[in-house]
């Protein structure tokens, strides 16, 4: 993957290396639709620095959305893909209501689960367990949210995973 400087990701990798973050980390990766370019699934039960070459069988993700621009109890699914180009979705897949265009954080989805609905407090974490020994990986995953409305699929901004 080459980043130049001025890239969100790189920028976000950036400051989270020279702060000494967290080993396992995430990044804000530019994609998704208009009104949702500030919301993105969170990291769960993140290990600090010397704790990851151990793995964390306790890492998750949750997609939890409270935009104003999305209606209550849509259903949410998180999306998780390899990091790479942004993908451009074609509109009429898509819920103009959100914005357009939309990009997905990714070039191919690989994995996909349920993760609750939309401005709910109780989405359920969805386990990705690190195994031991991948620690100093970089990017290694990138996650997205997908609402699905009634007039068609809204996207989120993506959260980068570092190891």
């Known amino acids: ?13 950036a ?6 973050a967290a080993a396992q980390n995430c990044v804000w990766v530019a994609s998704g639709c208009g ?5 993105r699934p969170a990291c769960v039960n993140a290990v600090p620095a010397g704790q990851i070459g151990a793995g964390n069988p306790a890492f998750a993700l ?7 621009c999305v209606p209550a109890n849509l259903p949410l ?8 180009p942004v993908a ?8 103009p209501s ?28 969805i386990p990705v367990p690190v195994p031991p020994g991948l620690a100093g990986l970089g990017h290694v995953l990138t996650a997205q949210m997908v609402i699905l409305g009634p007039n068609g699929a809204g996207l989120s901004d993506s959260s980068g995973i570092l190891l």
């Open 88 to 95: 451009t979705i074609p509109p009429p897949l898509l819920d």
């Open 35 to 39: 009104c949702l370019l500030a919301t």
């Open 1 to 13: 993957m080459r980043l130049s400087i001025g890239s969100p990701f790189a920028a976000g990798m």
């Open 62 to 68: 949750r997609a939890e959305i409270f935009n104003a």
């Open 77 to 84: 699914v998180l999306v998780l893909g390899s990091p790479g």
């Open 98 to 125: 959100y914005g357009l265009p939309c990009t997905l954080g990714m070039p191919t989805i690989a994995m996909a689960a349920y993760g609750g609905t939309t401005h709910a407090f109780d989405n359920p974490a």
């Open 15 to 20: 400051l989270a290396l020279a702060a000494g």
